[in-house]
T-cell receptor
Framework: QQQVKQSPQSLIVQKGGISIINCAYENTAFDYFPWYQQFPGKGPALLIA?????SEKKEGRFTISFNKSAKQFSLHIMDSQPGDSATYFC???????????FGKGTRLSVIA | NAGVTQTPKFRVLKTGQSMTLLCAQDMNHEYMYWYRQDPGMGLRLIHY???????AKGEVPDGYNVSRLKKQNFLLGLESAAPSQTSVYFC???????????FGQGTRLTVV
């Protein structure tokens, strides 16, 4: 059973456009939702994270929107740049000795 | 500050051979994880450790063993490699639950 479902699998966006990646989760006990960014040949790195007590978190051009009732959260990249081209993973975890559960990833390509 | 270091970075094994992947972190983190990354499958947890001397199974533990004899090191062993274990392996660590996980650069393993 896939605990975190991520879509789309791949995404092509024009430079300056908005990139949107969606995730849905099953376990209502999850209480920490990070997004990781991975460039080719590198390990994933934390981009931004949110807890369910807020509905939105913004850091620069990156925003997480969180809908607790729908059990969904999304990453919005404003003014997308070619340097944002990477694979993005959503993840979730809960209090206790529970490791992160990752979505399957979205390969984003930003074209000029 | 090296962070999380994985050794080796690349390896080719013949079916049936054994090997050990080493993960070392210099951040005094309690929690350490081994993930495998396959195309279209995202990051899947193999084994993890919540402290020195402890290990636990993740989502895909079969064919792998781990040891955490020292807090800073987490070893992943393949006793008899199979082609299905061809993958990119990532180690990660973090200090507390619901905090940033730091990833290594990955080990690309090919089993022929």
């Amino acid at each position: 059973q896939q605990q975190v479902k991520q879509s789309p699998q791949s995404l092509i966006v024009q430079k300056g456009g908005i990139s949107i990646i969606n995730c849905a989760y099953e376990n209502t006990a999850f209480d920490y939702f990070p997004w990781y960014q991975q460039f080719p040949g590198k390990g994933p790195a934390l981009l931004i994270a949110i807890r369910p007590d807020v509905s939105e978190k913004k850091e620069g051009r990156f925003t997480i929107s969180f809908n607790k009732s729908a059990k969904q959260f999304s990453l919005h990249i404003m003014d997308s740049q070619p340097g944002d081209s990477a694979t993005y993973f959503c993840a979730a975890t809960r209090a206790g000795n529970t490791p992160l559960v990752f979505g399957k990833g979205t390969r984003l390509s930003v074209i000029a | 500050n090296a962070g999380v270091t994985q050794t080796p970075k690349f390896r080719v094994l013949k079916t049936g051979q054994s090997m050990t992947l080493l993960c070392a972190q210099d951040m005094n983190h309690e929690y350490m994880y081994w993930y495998r990354q396959d195309p279209g499958m995202g990051l899947r947890l193999i084994h993890y450790s919540v402290g020195e001397g402890t290990t636990a199974k993740g989502e895909v533990p079969d064919g792998y063993n781990v040891s955490r004899l020292k807090k800073q090191n987490f070893l992943l062993g393949l006793e008899s490699a199979a082609p299905s274990q061809t993958s990119v392996y990532f180690c990660a660590s973090k200090v507390h639950l619901n905090t940033e996980a730091f990833f290594g650069q990955g080990t690309r393993l090919t089993v022929v």
